[in-house]
Structure formats: C-alpha cells, structure tokens
C-alpha cells in the first residue's frame, strides 16, 4: 500500500506499540468515524484526505468548500442527472430507490476547507456525513451501509466558540477532531518528501483492495461485543464526570458550570471537563475498538488487549474529546496555553487514578456480579462520583439472573 503522507510523529503508545497519524486515520475508516482535520495551511490536511480517497477510487467524493456554493451546485456533484431531473420537477416516482442506490454510492465525502461552505450546504453535508442525503424533505441512505464523512479546515477557521454555529454542528456530527498541528511531520518526514518530489500539488494513488477491508473491517467491529471494562470506563465518562461541589451534577449546572465549582474542585477535574455525552461515549468505545485493532496488527497480543483496556479507551477519549468543547476553555488558555491535548491529559491522569485507587471496589463488585448475590456492603462502597456503579452492578446483577433463568 503507497501512501503519500509521511509522518511518523507519535500521536501516542497503545498496548506497547506506537500509534501515527496514519493508524488513527485508518482507526476511524474502520470505525466509520467522521473525521475533522485542522490545521494551519501546508500541514498535510488534505493529503491525508486524499490517501483515504486513495482507498475508494470510485465511491468517493471530493468536494472544494466555497462560500458561493448553493445547494444546487453540490446536488449537481453528487449526481448531475439525477438532481437536475429534481430540480426540474420531473416525475421520479418509482426511480427514486434504484437511483439514489445505484448512483449516490460514496462510501467516502471529503470536504476540503469545510468551514468556507455557507450554513444551506453545511446542513446537507452533514446529512451526507450521517450517512444519507435529504431530497424534497425524503432521507435517502448513500453508501450501501458504509459512508465515513472526512472534513478539513485551516487554523483561522476554528470553531471554538459555543457561540459558533459551525462549531456546534462539527462537534455534533464528527466523531473525532484532530489537530494536525501538534502531530507535524518530523524533519526526516519533510526531508523524504521534498526529496521524493517537488510536486506541490496534492497527489493521489489508488489502493481500492484496502477501501473493501475497511469495510469489512468495520462490519467485524460492529458485532465485537465490548468488554465489561470498556463499558464500565465509558460510564464513568458520562456519570463520574458529572459529579462535582460534593454531589452537584455539571449537566445541572447548565451555564454556571465551572464558575460555581467550590474552592475544594476548583483546581480538579471538576472544573476543567464536562461528562462526555452518550454519542461521545459510543464514538470513544468504538475508535477504542478500532485502535485495539491496529495494535494487534503491530504485534499486540490479545493478553495485551485486554489488560490495557483503559489505556485505549483514554487514547479514544483524547482525541474524541479535545475539541468536542468539553474542556474548561479559559483553563485551556490559562493554564495549558491553549493547548486542548495537554487539558485533556490532566483530566486522563485524574481519571487513571480515580480507577487505581478504586479498582479492588470494582473488582468486588464485578464478582458480587458475577456470584448473582447483591451485597449490601459491596454496594455502600461506592460513593461520590463513583455512586453511579450502585446502579450500574444492580442492573448487571439482574440481567445475569435474567440471562440465568433463561
């Protein structure tokens, strides 16, 4: 396989093994994870786009963001006759399936400089990140099953703000956001490509037997049941994260949240990150899947995999959550010089130590779980932001008595 983006900065370490930028891009294709990459012009954005276009040669779609692009424009890329006979007001009835089946059947949208395409053609390419075009107010599926979502936007065009319209809707439909600035190419990397070529164009190969494997690939992941600790790591990301002022709940809070944290969780992670969201916790397990995936090909055994559970979820949970606007912005600025990754791993060391120093709990109540008899005691333990596991192991003591019975 031939890919013209070369970068062998580490993004991070899983299961022993180093992860690059080209494992997370991969992660995400068998994920079907949307993607969004910013950074600042000449950083490799849309030649990494254009790899993952490399893998789908036909069934995949590129699309140059302007801010005079109408939606009859982008209808026409999608599939000229098709959408003029729409527009026409021609009678589709009948062709309407086999057309938008056969015809709009990308597996693969990348929309170069995104942020420049005016809210009318950003609804309709999110709908196609989502997996399905709207025409006349009707859904049509695109992809056959299978359609990933990829965006780009240079630095200048971020969407920090909550404010930003844009900003909201990136977060809502890309599952991941990457900053390519703080994984740039090593001086070797630039060497090797200004000495393989002085070309500056963009380039693309072609490698469609990979674009199939990814799919089946994705397939595979979907009907891989998730660990218990995986999903037990997850709901602390969504429940534990909640907690802060000795029981108050962030999601409560709503807009007073962080500035009326007490002074005790005032420098904690209790000011500094928001629970992920339920579409968040799902994008973490399944890139977390994906990623295990990756290193098992690297020479990761399944012994591996399974004893450093937390640790891949934490590397899905950093780059799923970064720039999700989960983060305590003013302590990006102020504390972490805007720098979301480093913010990000402060709130990863706190909730690594949260699990040590929890884990014989845990553990006791995984085999009060696993003996069917609930203990009172085991369950009293559990307090603070760790209250959520009282729930969480009655319900799993009494779907194993269900599962019992059956």
Not at 88 to 93: F, Y
Request: hydrophobic share 35%; glycine share 8%.
């Amino acid at each position: 396989m031939t890919r013209v983006y070369r970068n062998s900065t580490e993004v991070g370490e899983l299961h022993g093994f180093p992860v690059y930028m080209n494992d997370i891009v991969d992660a995400c294709l068998a994920g079907k994870l949307n993607l969004f990459l910013q950074g600042d012009t000449g950083s490799g954005k849309t030649q990494l786009a254009r790899d993952m276009m490399s893998y789908f040669p036909e069934k995949s779609l590129f699309i140059l963001g302007r801010n005079d692009m109408d939606t009859r424009e982008l209808f026409q890329q999608i599939n000229p006759e098709f959408f003029d006979a729409v527009r026409k007001g021609k009678n589709i009835q009948g062709l309407e399936a086999k057309q938008l089946t056969d015809a709009v059947h990308y597996n693969l949208i990348v929309v170069d400089e995104l942020p420049n395409c005016v809210p009318a053609v950003r609804a309709q390419l999110f709908n196609l990140f989502d997996g399905f075009i709207e025409i006349n107010g009707k859904p049509y599926p695109i992809g056959n099953g299978y359609s990933v979502g990829i965006g780009t936007g240079n630095i200048g065009q971020q969407f920090t703000e909550s404010s930003n319209e844009l900003g909201r809707a990136l977060k809502d439909r890309m599952h991941v956001i990457l900053d390519v600035d703080y994984f740039f190419p090593k001086p070797s990397d630039t060497l090797e490509i200004l000495a393989s070529s002085t070309n500056p164009r963009v380039e693309f190969n072609t490698n469609e037997n990979e674009g199939r494997q990814f799919i089946k690939e994705n397939q595979e992941l979907a009907e891989k049941p998730v660990s218990l600790e995986k999903l037990i790591i997850a709901n602390y990301l969504l429940h534990g994260l909640d907690y802060c002022n000795q029981g108050q709940s962030k999601r409560e809070m709503k807009s007073a949240w962080p500035n009326q944290v007490t002074a005790h969780g005032a420098g904690s992670d209790e000011a500094l990150v928001l629970p992920a969201s339920p579409r968040a916790a799902k994008s973490i397990i399944r890139l977390s899947q994906a990623l295990d995936e990756i290193a098992k090909r690297k020479g990761a055994t399944e012994e591996d995999i399974e004893s450093g559970s937390l640790n891949s979820m934490m590397m899905a949970y950093k780059l799923v959550s970064a720039y999700s606007g989960i983060l305590n912005e003013a302590m990006v600025q102020n504390v972490y010089n805007g720098n979301h990754y480093s913010a990000l791993n402060a709130a990863i060391t706190a909730t690594k130590g949260e699990f040590d120093r929890n884990k014989d709990k845990i553990m006791a109540g995984l085999e009060m779980v696993k003996s069917m008899k609930r203990d009172d005691k085991t369950i009293s333990r559990f307090a603070g932001r760790w209250k959520f596991m009282r729930n969480t192991l009655d319900y799993l003591l009494d779907k194993q008595k269900r599962e019992e019975k059956k």
